[in-house]
């Protein structure tokens, strides 16, 4: 069974501060992984989509990047509107159209001014 | 381009009531899924649509839950009877058909509150 860890549960920084997000994966083949993120009260919103091993993606503050065993989400010089559950996931199952997520329990970020 | 919508968006019943929940995913993505998170935990599959077939229901926790895509459009997740463990927020995903790793895109959850 396809498994997803996140740490830390919770990560409080001062704006500017710079700090990684943690997400480690057990899978059996790797076909990709995601970033999205959560706004209280919303739905999960698309940051991410990593496809191998040695990738990196960037946008704005932040930078994702892939192992073979884990991604981490990189926040440079964070802003205050950056607080959110930052949440990690992998495709399981190998259907020919589609596959569910298999989601982390999410890094919860406070950033403050 | 209109985003996935749910609806509604709160629903508090008693215990043993039914209630049914509405996506309608964005406008041409065949793939449509349904996830639940319950207090304290992750996000958890629930079902997956093809158009109006069902693809992968094996996240579907028991046969309280019922949920159907006529026409391949929109959706519903019906619970009956509800159970006090059947809280939660359940959102609705959609996405295109697009090989084996597609962007799946969320909408904003209905949250179920059973008493």
């Known amino acids: 069974e396809d498994q997803v860890t996140q740490s830390p549960e919770a990560l409080r920084l001062q704006e500017g501060e710079s700090s990684s997000l943690n997400c480690s994966y057990t899978?059996?083949?790797?076909?990709?992984l995601f970033w999205y993120r959560q706004d209280p009260g919303k739905g999960p919103e698309f940051l991410f989509t990593?496809?191998?091993a040695g990738e990196e993606k960037e946008k704005e503050r932040l930078k994702a990047t892939l192992t073979k065993k884990e991604s981490f989400l990189h926040i440079t010089a964070p802003k205050p509107e950056d607080s959110a559950t930052y949440l990690c996931?992998?495709?399981?199952?190998?259907?020919?159209?589609?596959?569910?997520?298999?989601f982390g329990e999410g890094t919860q970020l406070t950033v403050n001014p | 381009e209109a985003g996935v919508t749910q609806f509604p968006s709160h629903s508090v019943i008693e215990k043993g009531q039914t209630v049914t929940l509405r996506c309608d995913p964005i406008?041409?993505?065949?793939?449509l899924y349904w996830y639940r998170r319950v207090m304290g935990k992750e996000i958890k599959f629930l079902l997956h649509?093809?158009?109006?077939?069902?693809?992968?229901e094996s996240g579907m926790p028991n046969n309280r839950f019922l949920a159907e895509r006529t026409g391949g459009t929109y959706s519903t997740l019906k619970v009956q009877p509800a159970e006090l463990e059947d809280s939660g927020v359940y959102f609705c995903?959609?996405?295109?058909?697009?090989?084996?790793?597609?962007?799946?895109?969320f909408g904003p959850g209905t949250r179920l509150l059973v008493l």
């Open positions: 995903a959609s996405s295109l058909r697009e090989g084996l790793l597609e962007t799946q895109y």
């Open positions: 899978v059996s083949g790797l076909r990709g």
């Open positions: 990593l496809y191998s």
């Open positions: 996931a992998v495709p399981s199952g190998w259907e020919t159209s589609g596959s569910r997520l298999t």
């Open positions: 406008s041409g993505h065949d793939n």
């Open positions: 649509f093809v158009k109006e077939s069902k693809q992968d």
